[in-house]
């Protein structure tokens, strides 16, 4: 059975806002993610459909607080909440939120090129 823990994990970011580590489980991918101010991921997400994250993801806040932002809705899940983030939400998070988040590799790889190409502009905007 495929196993991992949060130190095992492939660091995949480490910015002043998050810190992110990975780790493939078969076809799904676990994150370790840990917010180290408040962030609204929405400007992230521009160039995806809709402008929202499509991967779906299953996950639990270790501590913090996450919302997702739906076209029609918002939800709310605090540390100890088990949460579902259907296709697309836009994360919204306080600092000192903690997350462990399982997605399908292939979905998740698909978001991550966007968010990697928004953090490498947001950072030559700033330069």
Known sequence: ???????????????EVLTSRHAELGEYTVAFEEYHVDADGTPMFKGLPDDRCQCPHWGVVVRGELRLRYAD??????GGDAYVAYPGHVPVVTAATEVVEFSPTVGLAETLAVLAANMAATSELTS
Do not use: H
């Open 1 to 15: 059975m495929p196993r991992t823990s949060k130190d095992e994990a492939e660091l995949v970011v480490q910015s």
């Open 73 to 78: 809705r918002e939800e709310i899940y605090r």
